[in-house]
């Protein structure tokens, strides 16, 4: 077995990047254990071999057990046998009531491992075939489908920009054993890994055990079926990524569902269009009685009926054959924002909320006209309803609020419109119009906004 070859198949199997783009460093998340002390003792020869990687070790101190110092002692003297850089990050986890230590963990570790690392390059992580029939094991228990039942694949996209392989995904913790114990490698144990409590530890001292005495093959043929899982899913995927589009459409700044569109497909693919749709937009994925029940009310409920569904992170909402999806958080602007140079809206953008950006660009012939010295910029998110406006496409004026309900913005997105005013006069309703009166004149340039 040669764990340096490994990881070369893995960091071999990246799909093809840009030379300004090609992977510089390759991270370890070191604990020490005997999983990941078996692949750092690999990456110590794949780096003699590959000078072109930054190969690094990373150790995150979690504080939990009274022997994390003594972790990063060992981790530490390894680091200088092994020849490799090692980074000792300390984090917090918050023990907070009703919440997971796993969980809490899992995460701070994660977030301390991408501080270390960069565009494109690639976190190594030392599960192994019994970790995979773990993972597939609690996937189960949770009910999940094709993609939760995917598990953990080799080679995968980390962070939008990164990679993350695990080179040992078809050795069984037999062979990582028995590598460590034929070269007499040091490792730690984690006393934790015993308390069974954590589902993990339960499965792994319980569960699995009894299922290998039976079926010696599971965790191999289990990690057959998750391929499978990944396989179907990446199917679903590539067709989600093509109806998509055919539902959304963009009003306002907002992502919102088009329900007349997606009253037309099965109710199978209603499902898989929500959660696609709900993913899109950052929030988590509605449980399969979640997302029946969503449907239902967007789809079946009266025309006049109020329906509102609060979810843990998203409020849904329906308004004229529209789904709104909107942050649990958001709320709306008390205070207006002061616009000191259009550059930074030309350059750069505006934040103003969830996931929302003012931009601009300008045009010939196009736009609003560029303010005057004399006139103040700002970002007004609450004008009277009664404030006359003119959008540029009408021939005469009309009150504000009127205006909402020619547009069909619903009330409780009103207030989270973007107004550009010079000096309070309203010159564009972002996402809506462009008034009249503050048009660029014929050859000159304009300012576009989006939003």
């Known amino acids: 077995m040669n764990i340096a070859q490994l990881i070369g198949h893995c960091v071999d199997a990246l799909p ?22 078996i692949l750092a003792h690999g990456l110590a020869e794949f780096a003699k071999l590959h000078p072109q990687f930054d190969c690094q070790l990373v150790h995150v101190h979690h504080g939990l057990s009274v022997n994390a110092d ?50 494109a390059d690639i976190l190594m992580t030392a599960h192994h075939q019994d970790d995979q029939l773990e993972t597939i094991l609690l996937a189960l228990k949770r009910g999940l489908g094709p993609k939760g039942l995917s598990a953990m694949g ?4 980390l962070d939008n920009d990164k990679w993350l392989i695990r080179p040992l995904l078809d050795l069984s913790k037999s062979d990582v054993e028995a590598y460590a114990k034929t070269r007499d490698i040091r490792h730690i144990q984690d006393e934790s890994n015993f308390d069974e409590k954590y589902d993990r530890n339960f499965l792994r001292q319980s569960i699995i055990p009894t299922l290998k005495q039976r079926w010696s093959a599971i965790a191999a ?13 990446s199917v679903i995927d590539e067709e989600l990524a093509a109806r998509l589009p055919r539902i959304q459409t963009k009003l306002g700044g907002e992502c919102v569902i088009n329900l007349a569109a997606l009253a037309q497909y099965s109710k199978a693919w209603q499902a898989l269009l929500l959660r696609g749709h709900m993913d899109f937009l950052g929030f988590a ?13 967007l789809l079946d409920a009266k025309v006049d009926a109020n329906i509102e569904i609060k979810l843990t992170d998203v409020l849904i909402k329906r308004f004229k054959g529209t789904g709104y ?24 953008g505006l934040n103003y909320g969830h996931n929302k950006l003012i931009q601009a660009t300008l045009a010939i012939n196009a736009g609003v006209r560029f303010p005057r010295a004399d006139e103040k910029v700002t970002i007004e998110f609450s004008l009277p309803g009664s404030t006359r406006c003119q959008p540029q496409y009408r021939s005469k004026g ?40 503050f048009l660029c004149a014929e050859n000159e340039t304009g300012i576009n906004f989006k939003g």
């Open 16 to 37: 093809v990047i840009a030379a300004s783009a090609a992977p510089r460093k390759l991270v370890l998340a070191y604990s020490g254990g005997v999983d990941s002390e």
């Open 325 to 348: 999806f909107l942050p649990m958080t958001a709320s709306a602007h008390s205070a207006n924002i002061a616009v000191s140079s259009l550059d930074e809206l030309l350059e750069v």
């Open 221 to 233: 043929t289990a990690s057959r079926s998750a391929e499978l899982c990944a396989m179907q899913q």
């Open 285 to 297: 994925p509605p449980s399969k009685v979640q997302a029946e029940q969503i449907i239902a009310q």
């Open 70 to 119: 003594e972790w990063v002692l060992h981790c530490q003297a390894q680091a200088e046998i092994y020849q490799l850089p090692c980074t000792i990050a300390r984090v917090k986890v918050k023990l907070a009531p009703r919440t997971s230590v796993e969980a809490e963990a899992r995460s701070v570790r994660y977030e301390a491992l991408l501080a270390q690392m960069c565009a």
């Open 154 to 157: 080799k080679v995968q996209s």
């Open 398 to 437: 009309r009150e504000l609020k009127k205006l909402w309900q020619e547009f069909e913005v619903p009330p409780w997105t009103r207030s989270h419109v973007p107004l550009l005013c010079y000096n309070g006069k309203l010159v564009c309703a972002i996402g809506y119009w462009n008034e009249k009166a």
